[in-house]
């Protein structure tokens, strides 16, 4: 049972444009959401959070935005860059737990 | 800076062994946790623990063990391990609580076993 789901595995954009990552959930008792990047032969690093009881939280250039609706989650980053190529793993929080999604491989072109 | 470390970036073992993977964090976190990722899967958590001596299962504890003798150091044991068990493992830490709480994470472990 997957209760958080990145449907694209992939996505490639270009420098300077916007990178839309999303994420979807099924378990309603999440308090929190959080995305993590993820570099090749490095841990996750984390990158921002929202609190299930906001619509949208913005740190420079990343901006998450939460449907509680639709149970859906995406993330922003704007202008993106070539730094910006790695995998993103976004996650809901329930007591002290994580539970990740499959993560998505963000590539940017220069 | 909140630091973990743990022990091997990889290793190779043989269908049977045991193998213990060693995680150690500086900043005093009452939470620890270990994770393995897997391509296509993400991150799927395998025990944590909230204090020394205590132990949660995750969603996949089977063929693994932990131990928590010390505040800052966390063991992932494979009592013998298999090739599913070929995996990145990921170790983390973070406090108890708090808002918007934070994992942070070591740089992992490849294991490969033959």
């Known amino acids: 049972d997957q209760q958080v789901k990145q449907n694209s595995p992939s996505l490639s954009v270009q420098e300077g444009r916007i990178s839309i990552l999303n994420c979807d959930y099924t378990n309603s008792m999440f308090d929190y959401f959080l995305w993590y990047k993820k570099y090749p032969a490095e841990g996750p690093t984390f990158l921002i959070s929202?609190?299930?009881?906001?619509d949208k939280n913005e740190d420079g250039r990343f901006t998450v935005f939460l449907n509680k609706s639709a149970k859906h989650l995406s993330l922003h980053i704007v202008p993106s860059q070539p730094g910006d190529s790695a995998v993103y793993f976004c996650?809901?929080?329930?007591?002290?737990?994580?539970?990740f999604g499959a993560g998505t491989i963000l590539r940017v072109k220069s | 800076d909140v630091k973990v470390t743990q022990s091997s970036r990889y290793l190779v073992k043989r269908t049977g062994e045991k193998v213990f993977l060693e995680c150690v964090q500086d900043m005093d976190h009452e939470n620890m946790f270990w994770y393995r990722q897997d391509p296509g899967l993400g991150l799927r958590l395998i025990y944590f623990s909230y204090d020394v001596k205590m132990k949660e299962k995750g969603d996949i504890p089977e063929g693994y063990s932990v131990s928590r003798e010390k505040k800052e150091r966390f063991s992932l044991i494979l009592e013998s391990a298999s090739t599913n068990q070929t995996s990145m493992y990921l170790c983390?830490?973070?406090?108890?609580?708090?808002?918007?709480?934070?994992?942070?994470f070591g740089p992992g472990t490849r294991l490969l076993v033959l």
């Open positions: 929202i609190s299930s009881i906001k």
């Open positions: 983390a830490s973070s406090f108890l609580g708090g808002l918007g709480e934070t994992q942070y």
């Open positions: 996650a809901g929080r329930y007591g002290n737990k994580l539970v």
